[in-house]
């Protein structure tokens, strides 16, 4: 059984990871809809919520969380880990190496929430493996807003996204990693924006495999 949370809809993209990688696991699956989005509230808060959604997991017998949520794991990952009897797995460490994977001049680009990008999340954790690395982040603050609104196929989604990915213009990235768990669900905007051999990395597929290892 793998537990997963998010503050909303996103994680599902990592479920369904799940699904692919382990189609035999049961999935307990919880939602944050009621306090969505994450990315404006204090490292304290999200740490908080973030508790109690683990705690609440543990009563379902999970074998293994995973924090299927990118500002729930810069937040409180570190804080958490060694808290429960089941390992906890974020997915900012497997995304940040699934791009230096991916990329050969690396030079890689992040989109995220502002908390994420704020925090330096995804570049801590680049650098850590890769000090010569370049990362170049950008906050889309309003990617998870329009998907939990199910405004996906909206003139607001392709104006942001235009908005939002112009900051890679010029930038020579050849990676783009999708470091919140909203953002496949916008994928068919990040693509029209972004040139077409930059490769585009999705942590859900490192962090499944890395459950599954577990
Ligand atoms: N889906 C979340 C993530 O991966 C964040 C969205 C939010 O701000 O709540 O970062």
């Known amino acids: 059984t793998i537990g997963l949370f998010d503050s909303g809809m996103g994680g599902l993209t990592v479920a369904r990871e799940v699904r692919r990688q382990m189609p035999c696991a049961n ?52 804080a958490l880990s060694g808290s ?36 330096r999340a995804y570049a801590k954790a680049i650098e850590k493996v890769d000090q010569g690395a370049v990362v170049i982040s950008q906050a889309c603050p309003m990617f998870t807003t329009l998907v939990e609104a199910d405004k996906v196929d909206s003139p607001e989604s392709a104006h942001y996204a235009e908005e939002y990915l112009s900051a890679f213009k010029g930038q020579d990235i050849d990676t783009l990693v999708l470091g919140c768990t909203h953002y496949p669900i916008m994928i068919d905007h990040i693509k029209r924006n ?13 962090t499944v495999r890395r459950a599954k290892a577990l």
């Not at 190496?97 to 929430?113: D, H, Y």
């Not at 490769?199 to 859900?204: C, G, K, R, T, W």
């Open 27 to 78: 999935i307990e699956y919880y939602g944050d809809n009621g306090r969505v989005p994450y990315a404006p509230l204090s490292r304290e808060t999200i740490e908080r919520y973030s508790r109690q959604i683990v705690d609440f997991l543990a009563t379902k017998q999970v074998d293994l969380v995973i924090i299927a949520c990118n500002t729930a794991t810069a937040a409180a990952l570190s």
């Open 84 to 119: 429960y009897p089941f390992p906890l797995v974020g997915v900012i460490q497997p995304g940040a190496e699934a791009a230096l994977a991916a990329s050969k001049n690396r030079r890689i680009g992040v989109v995220a929430t502002q908390f994420t990008t704020d925090n």
């Open 194 to 206: 972004i040139a077409p051999e930059v490769a585009i990395v999705d942590p859900a597929v490192e």
